[in-house]
C-alpha cells in the first residue's frame, strides 16, 4: 500500500511538471509582422492549436505514466509486464517531442507567397533572406512519426536551399491557416522517413 501511494504522488508531482511546463506556451506574446499583404501568408502556431496540441498529447503521456506504475507494481510477479516498458517510454516521450516542435515552430518567422511560391525567412536576429522554392530548393524531405497519438502525429518537413536547411513542423500544419503552404510541400517530389521519435 506505501509503496502505491509513494508512486502515485511521484506521478502526481510529473504531471503537474509537465502541465506547468506546457503551460507556459500558453501565454500571449507580442508577434511582429513584417509583411503586410493579403499574398504573403505567415506560418505561425496559433493558441488554439497550441492548446489542442498539448491536451492531446498529455493524454498520451498520462497513459505512458499510468501504464509504467502499473508494470512497476506487478512486475515482481509477473516478469512479462516489463516488455510492455518501450511502450510506456514511448507515450512518456511525445511530451519531450512536443517542447522540441514547440520551440522550432517559433525559431524562425516564415512567409509564404501563395502565388508565387516564394519564401522570406527572418531569423532570431531579425534579418531576412528570400528564396523561389520552385528554382533554390536543392532538396526536400518529410520525417514523421510511426503513428498518430490521439489524432496527433508529430513529424517535420527539412527544406534545403543552397547550404541552409529549414525544418518545418507539422504542428504548424494543424493550424488550417498555414494549409496552402502544406499543400505546396505535398505536391512536390520528396523523401519520406519515418521515425520512432521525429526530433528536430
Known sequence: MFKVIVIG???AILIFFIIRRLGLGFQGGTTTSYIQSSEWLEL???NATLKRAVKQTLFSVGIGFILLVLILLVASKFRIALLLLPI????????FILMNH??????????????????KVY??????VHYRLDEEMVQLKEIKGVQKNQGLLFGYYA?????STFNIPYLL????????FFHYLQSMSREIETKLFPII
Do not use: W
Not at 88 to 95: C, K, M, P, T
Open 9 to 11: 504522488a511521484l506521478l
Open 44 to 46: 505561425r502556431l496559433d
Open 88 to 95: 510506456s517510454f514511448y507515450l512518456i516521450g511525445q511530451y
Open 102 to 119: 514547440i520551440k522550432a515552430s517559433r525559431k524562425l518567422q516564415i512567409f509564404f507567397h501563395r502565388n508565387l511560391n516564394e519564401i
Open 123 to 128: 531569423t532570431p536576429g531579425k534579418t531576412s
Open 159 to 163: 527544406i534545403r536551399i543552397g547550404r
Open 173 to 180: 500544419e494543424e493550424n488550417k491557416q498555414n494549409k496552402p
